[in-house]
């Protein structure tokens, strides 16, 4: 590697020279805001008569492709990009005659210099090549074919600014020239034995913003030879970023929940990829890996699209979207490939599906966390084949699975379901799931559908409280001596809301106003007003007949699955450390930890187990913990205590529920996520075992 201080124009300048962005780059993605900056340095070196303006660094190497000077761009592509931006700009102003320099040879100087090879043999003489997504918007402006302007591309767009500002004339072209001339960087060559994968990781962990797909595009790319690189991208990569609508970053998480059967963190994606390639029990082939990624890619964009199936299921994967459902992903992935291999029909997509929803929205209105979904989805589709038979139904497997389901995780009930709904404050529910229920109460499975999404999100109709939040001496003489328990119990139930457009007509109106006026209740068109237009009076009675009438239609909208199916072998119920479960007197059988299973028979053995994985990550936590407290470790070995490592000991003659508090303990030390961590109780043994197990 060989570095040096030097001006960008020098470095740039060169009548062989041209720089390559290699498809491993990311796109041009500079926003307004550093190209202000930019300007706004170039500006006050102009005016501060600054000798030079330190612009970073450029790191780049020989493309190793004949006798030209041809350079691949490592770091320093977005940068460099915007400068060229700023010289098109000049020269394409210059051209139109809409700022005339003063120095005759400018336009000629820079175009020579800094954008065209004139002298190339190639059709293409730009001195500077960006990727795929982002060459022909920026050949364009080079040749300032304005009618062939992508305006939906980023180089268009912050070319058009410096174009715009240039025009504002705070300096002079030739004092912008010079302004750039002074822009200094430091300029470090890769020589042949250097690695440019290690070094781009190493500049891109300070801090610079690159995305998690960004960093895996280039862990993919970049140890490649250039013909390589242009096949792996043009047949593999691309075809990602354009059936995923670029959101690769969240299409790979999924995709690896689906193979490793846990969530990576979101900040955590590039390294999880990277070890997921590089298991030393199984290493993966990245171009296997990457067909098979394209694969699951093309299913991402019909779920997530929802066009390409029968009316009736892209209706239900619209709703699941309207519910922010984005963790349910690897398991449609999975189910989907699953479901076109085996040819499955309408009525399987239905059934899996609708019971998704019925689960998902029963846990959401019962009050259930969404960590214990992250689990269940991950691993769902596998669980389901492991039940499975060959004539079995997939649809009645997986409703046999969710139904057993328990504490945290479980499937909820019609009784709970009905607890939690009609009594639940809806009016304070998040915004996306309220817009998602009244929209399902509205329109129900109707084919004449009124837009309430789109309605709720522009303002147009809004949630009305058909008795008032400001409840009037009116109301009070309506609703009875009781009128003050009545407005405390329903005020902000399902029965009490309903959907309106004109919620500053009603205010604090009497009911009767409220039904008869212009655009009241009997004026309105919507399904949910249909009772509440017919009434005379709003008091507890109707209260409790609407609420009735909106359970009914709920056990209809969100059906309890049910199936008859029971499996042959019985399999090990699977309890995770963060639910909310009694583990005394039950036998384990296995543990799972980061997504790998161990074989165990007591619970002394699961807790030293983990105890010495999790000091393996790392083992100063646990230390501290031995600081902290002598009851659960020890330094030294003891009756009933069990090694871990030199000099930690842990306590393992205690019973089962406080071996769980220990691993709660530790799990809050390390800061991992207690979902990480389940227990395999086998569910034919309920006899009562010893507690010293």
Not at 222 to 251: C, H
Not at 263 to 276: S, Y
Not at 640 to 648: P, Q, V
């Given at each position: 590697?060989?570095?040096?201080d030097?001006?960008?124009?020098?470095?740039?300048?060169?009548?062989?020279?041209?720089?390559?962005?290699?498809?491993?780059q990311?796109?041009?993605?500079w926003?307004?805001?550093?190209?202000?900056?930019?300007?706004?340095?170039?500006?006050?070196?102009?005016?501060?008569?600054?000798?030079?303006?330190?612009?970073?660094?450029?790191?780049?190497?020989?493309?190793?492709?004949?006798?030209?000077?041809?350079?691949?761009?490592?770091?320093?592509?977005?940068?460099?990009?915007?400068?060229?931006?700023?010289?098109?700009?000049?020269?394409?102003?210059?051209?139109?005659?809409?700022?005339?320099?003063?120095?005759?040879?400018?336009?000629?100087?820079?175009?020579?210099?800094?954008?065209?090879?004139?002298?190339?043999?190639?059709?293409?003489?730009?001195?500077?090549?960006?990727?795929?997504?982002?060459?022909?918007?920026?050949d364009?402006?080079?040749?300032?074919?304005?009618?062939?302007?992508?305006?939906?591309?980023?180089?268009?767009?912050?070319?058009?600014?410096?174009?715009?500002?240039?025009?504002?004339?705070?300096?002079?072209?030739?004092?912008?020239?010079?302004?750039l001339?002074?822009?200094?960087?430091?300029?470090?060559?890769?020589?042949?034995?250097?690695?440019?994968?290690?070094?781009?990781?190493?500049?891109?962990?300070?801090?610079?913003?690159?995305?998690?797909?960004?960093?895996?595009?280039?862990?993919?790319?970049?140890?490649?030879?250039?013909?390589?690189?242009?096949?792996?991208?043009?047949?593999?990569?691309?075809?990602?970023?354009?059936?995923?609508?670029?959101?690769?970053?969240?299409?790979?998480?999924?995709?690896?929940?689906?193979?490793?059967?846990?969530?990576?963190v979101?900040?955590n994606?590039?390294?999880?990829?990277?070890?997921?390639?590089?298991?030393?029990?199984?290493?993966?082939?990245?171009?296997?890996?990457?067909?098979?990624?394209?694969?699951?890619?093309?299913?991402?964009?019909?779920?997530?699209?929802?066009t390409?199936?029968?009316?009736?299921?892209?209706?239900?994967?619209?709703?699941?979207?309207?519910?922010?459902?984005?963790?349910?992903?690897?398991?449609?992935?999975?189910?989907?490939?699953?479901?076109?291999?085996?040819?499955?029909?309408?009525?399987?997509?239905?059934?899996?599906?609708?019971?998704?929803?019925s689960?998902?929205?029963?846990?959401?209105?019962?009050?259930?966390?969404?960590?214990?979904?992250?689990?269940?989805?991950?691993?769902?589709?596998?669980?389901?084949?492991?039940?499975?038979?060959?004539?079995?139904?997939?649809?009645?497997?997986?409703?046999?699975?969710?139904?057993?389901?328990?504490?945290?995780?479980?499937?909820?009930?019609?009784?709970?379901?009905?607890?939690?709904?009609?009594?639940?404050?809806?009016?304070?529910?998040?915004?996306?799931?309220?817009?998602?229920?009244?929209?399902?109460?509205?329109?129900?499975?109707?084919k004449?559908?009124?837009?309430?999404?789109?309605?709720?999100?522009?303002?147009?109709?809004?949630v009305?409280?058909?008795?008032?939040?400001?409840?009037?001496?009116?109301?009070?003489?309506?609703?009875?001596?009781?009128?003050?328990?009545?407005?405390?119990?329903?005020?902000?139930?399902?029965?009490?809301?309903?959907?309106?457009?004109y919620?500053?007509?009603?205010?604090?109106?009497?009911?009767?106003?409220?039904?008869?006026i212009?655009?009241?209740?009997?004026?309105?068109?919507?399904?949910?007003?249909?009772?509440?237009?017919?009434?005379?009076?709003?008091?507890?009675?109707?209260?409790?007949?609407?609420?009735?009438?909106?359970?009914?239609?709920?056990?209809?909208?969100?059906?309890?699955?049910?199936?008859?199916?029971?499996?042959?072998?019985?399999?090990?119920?699977?309890?995770?450390?963060?639910?909310?479960?009694?583990?005394?007197?039950?036998?384990?059988?296995?543990?799972?930890?980061?997504?790998?299973?161990?074989?165990?028979?007591?619970?002394?053995?699961?807790i030293?187990?983990v105890?010495?994985?999790?000091?393996?990550?790392?083992?100063?936590?646990?230390?501290?913990?031995?600081?902290?407290?002598?009851?659960?470790?020890?330094?030294?070995?003891?009756?009933?205590?069990?090694?871990?490592?030199?000099?930690?000991?842990?306590?393992?003659?205690?019973?089962?529920?406080?071996?769980i508090?220990?691993?709660?303990?530790?799990?809050?030390?390390?800061?991992?996520?207690?979902?990480?961590?389940?227990?395999?109780?086998?569910?034919?043994?309920?006899?009562?075992?010893?507690?010293?197990?």
């Amino acid at each position: 590697m060989k570095g040096q201080d030097r001006f960008l124009t020098e470095f740039i300048d060169g009548a062989r020279n041209r720089f390559i962005i290699p498809v491993y780059q990311r796109n041009y993605d500079w926003k307004k805001v550093n190209c202000t900056q930019l300007f706004n340095d170039l500006v006050k070196t102009a005016k501060c008569n600054k000798k030079s303006h330190f612009f970073g660094s450029v790191v780049y190497a020989s493309a190793n492709n004949g006798s030209r000077n041809d350079y691949l761009i490592i770091d320093g592509q977005q940068r460099l990009t915007s400068i060229t931006l700023i010289l098109a700009a000049i020269v394409n102003l210059i051209k139109e005659g809409t700022i005339v320099p003063q120095n005759q040879n400018l336009c000629k100087y820079i175009e020579e210099t800094f954008l065209i090879d004139r002298y190339n043999p190639a059709e293409r003489k730009m001195r500077l090549k960006l990727i795929k997504n982002d060459c022909n918007a920026f050949d364009n402006i080079i040749l300032n074919k304005k009618d062939n302007f992508d305006h939906k591309s980023n180089v268009t767009t912050n070319y058009l600014y410096f174009y715009e500002r240039i025009q504002l004339k705070e300096i002079t072209l030739e004092e912008l020239s010079e302004a750039l001339d002074k822009l200094k960087i430091i300029d470090i060559f890769l020589e042949k034995e250097d690695e440019p994968q290690s070094i781009f990781e190493s500049l891109n962990s300070t801090g610079l913003d690159l995305e998690e797909s960004d960093k895996i595009r280039n862990y993919v790319l970049m140890g490649l030879d250039a013909d390589r690189q242009e096949e792996y991208y043009e047949n593999y990569w691309n075809p990602i970023e354009k059936l995923t609508n670029f959101k690769v970053s969240a299409f790979v998480r999924d995709y690896l929940s689906l193979k490793q059967g846990r969530i990576p963190v979101i900040d955590n994606v590039h390294p999880t990829f990277k070890e997921f390639i590089e298991n030393p029990k199984a290493p993966m082939d990245v171009q296997k890996v990457l067909a098979e990624m394209v694969s699951y890619a093309k299913i991402y964009q019909e779920f997530t699209q929802a066009t390409k199936y029968t009316p009736k299921v892209c209706t239900i994967l619209k709703r699941l979207t309207q519910m922010d459902m984005s963790i349910i992903n690897s398991f449609l992935m999975a189910f989907f490939k699953y479901a076109e291999d085996k040819n499955e029909q309408e009525d399987a997509y239905l059934k899996v599906l609708s019971t998704i929803e019925s689960f998902i929205f029963r846990r959401m209105i019962c009050s259930y966390g969404t960590n214990a979904l992250n689990k269940i989805f991950c691993t769902l589709h596998k669980d389901v084949m492991k039940l499975k038979s060959e004539n079995d139904n997939y649809s009645d497997v997986f409703i046999y699975i969710l139904l057993n389901k328990k504490s945290s995780s479980k499937y909820p009930d019609d009784v709970e379901f009905k607890q939690a709904l009609l009594t639940r404050n809806v009016y304070s529910m998040n915004s996306k799931n309220k817009m998602y229920l009244f929209n399902r109460f509205e329109n129900r499975d109707s084919k004449e559908k009124v837009e309430v999404i789109k309605n709720m999100t522009e303002g147009t109709f809004s949630v009305e409280h058909i008795m008032p939040q400001t409840i009037t001496e009116q109301w009070k003489r309506d609703l009875g001596p009781e009128y003050e328990r009545i407005y405390n119990d329903w005020l902000n139930t399902l029965a009490n809301l309903t959907l309106t457009g004109y919620n500053s007509k009603y205010k604090n109106r009497p009911f009767i106003e409220k039904r008869d006026i212009k655009d009241g209740f009997k004026d309105s068109n919507l399904r949910l007003n249909g009772y509440v237009s017919k009434c005379d009076k709003w008091g507890e009675d109707e209260l409790k007949t609407r609420r009735s009438q909106l359970w009914l239609l709920a056990t209809d909208l969100w059906k309890f699955s049910i199936t008859t199916f029971e499996p042959i072998i019985q399999f090990p119920e699977v309890h995770p450390l963060d639910e909310d479960f009694i583990f005394k007197g039950k036998i384990i059988s296995s543990f799972t930890f980061m997504g790998i299973q161990y074989k165990v028979t007591a619970w002394s053995d699961m807790i030293v187990d983990v105890a010495k994985l999790i000091y393996e990550i790392d083992s100063t936590p646990l230390y501290q913990l031995l600081e902290e407290n002598s009851v659960d470790f020890s330094a030294k070995k003891e009756t009933w205590n069990r090694l871990i490592a030199e000099g930690l000991y842990i306590y393992t003659a205690n019973d089962t529920m406080t071996k769980i508090r220990i691993l709660k303990k530790i799990f809050s030390k390390y800061e991992f996520d207690e979902s990480d961590l389940e227990f395999g109780i086998p569910i034919q043994l309920e006899t009562t075992i010893s507690e010293e197990n």
